[in-house]
């Protein structure tokens, strides 16, 4: 949106979490958007989840469309709708489509409808209930999966175009349905911001990085990967390595395994420095879709990163020129230890990752394409 605004006027309505601050978020957005309207979440965990859950074994809808159909969130779009008109509508997870697909077509011409897939969320889903250890975990998401796959889909269907992270989830999609209007935008990090500064720490040459939210499940399960199977061969063939944990909401099985050489940092108000301090930034994700904004930020940071190939998957870099790719335990850690041990692949990496963020994946980069395929939908 930063980068569209200087050729749309744009109107923002969101959900926001109880976490966050609505006062400063809407400032923030003000920057970039002529008016901004907030809608309170439901929360994201405790008992009104779970009912929500259950609920949804026996509803033909899945548990997202229920956990997303506020009606406070109907009324605001219902109200933007009837009050302007709208070129566009671009609409961020198939789960906030539902109450689109009968309100803009209301008074005047209707806006294009743009759905902008963050993953194949229903894709997602399906890896979870094949992976996930808990059994109420695994029976919701394979009774769910299902669900979402049959609104994902009828979404596809009724939306103008769709916006992908990646070809590899453009063609997944294209495969179920031939005939969807779609473009790959990758995801895109601000190259100005993340970008490396004369006064931020240097390179540690120890401190290994994780990042990312860890109450989402893929990083959850990448991280217990990393933690039982892969941190305990680069703690005996590194002794002096440290691994950091940074992000939101720690699980109770994260934070169990603190201690002398791994630190649960939780949330941080500024990334920067904890990236530039790192020797490396890992991605050790086994589950998941779209393309990861953490490996953009350690590129636009100059930091090195070892990844899974499914972590990677969607970003255009190259391995050993721009990242290291290893997917088995004493691969992934051989790979961290090369970058732990030589400056000279290091900086490399680094470079080479910077380079590459700049030219595919800035902010101006990812809003002409999305222009671009705005007007071709006009233009059909």
């Not at 992934?332 to 963020?357: H, K, M």
């Amino acid at each position: 949106m930063a980068a569209l605004t200087g050729r749309h006027d744009i109107t923002a309505l969101s959900l926001i979490t109880p976490e966050l601050d609505a006062g400063s978020a809407e400032r923030a957005m003000r920057e970039y958007c002529r008016e901004v309207v907030l809608v309170p979440a439901r929360p994201w965990r405790g008992p009104q989840k779970r009912m929500l859950q259950l609920r949804s074994l026996v509803s033909r809808r899945s548990f997202e469309r229920r956990l997303y159909d506020l009606p406070r969130l109907w009324q605001a779009l219902d109200s933007l709708l009837s009050r302007r008109a709208f070129d566009v509508v671009t609409v961020e997870l198939p789960f906030l489509a539902q109450g689109l697909l009968a309100m803009a077509a209301r008074g005047g011409q209707r806006p294009r409808l743009v759905l902008d897939e963050h993953n194949i969320e229903f894709d997602l889903a399906r890896q979870q209930a094949r992976n996930q250890s808990g059994l109420a975990r695994r029976i919701h998401n394979r009774v769910n999966w299902p669900k979402i796959r049959r609104e994902e889909m009828d979404v596809w269907r009724h939306f103008d175009g769709v916006t992908f992270c990646s070809e590899k989830d453009e063609a997944r999609a294209r495969a179920l349905l031939p005939s969807i209007r779609s473009a790959v935008v990758p995801n895109a990090v601000d190259v100005q911001y993340f970008k490396p500064r004369p006064h931020d720490p240097k390179p540690d040459s120890r401190t290994v990085l994780f990042f990312g939210a860890i109450n989402y499940y893929p990083n959850v399960d990448g991280l217990l990967y990393l933690l039982r199977e892969v941190w305990p061969l680069i703690a005996r063939s590194h002794p002096q390595a440290r691994l950091q944990i940074v992000g939101q909401h720690p699980t109770a099985e994260i934070l169990a395994f603190q201690g002398p050489g791994v630190e649960v940092a939780g949330s941080v108000d500024d990334l920067r420095p904890h990236l530039a301090r790192a020797a490396v930034s890992i991605v050790p994700l086994r589950i998941g879709g779209g393309t990861r904004f953490k490996i953009l930020e350690a590129m636009a940071m100059a930091r090195p990163v070892v990844s899974t190939s499914l972590g990677a998957e969607g970003i255009e870099a190259e391995p050993e020129r721009q990242l290291l790719v290893a997917d088995d335990p004493a691969a992934f850690a051989r790979a961290v230890g090369r970058v732990l041990d030589d400056a000279q692949l290091s900086g490399r990496l680094g470079r080479e990752g910077r380079a590459l963020v700049e030219r595919r994946y800035s902010w101006d980069a990812a809003a002409q394409r999305l222009d671009l395929f705005f007007l071709e939908l006009f233009a059909s």
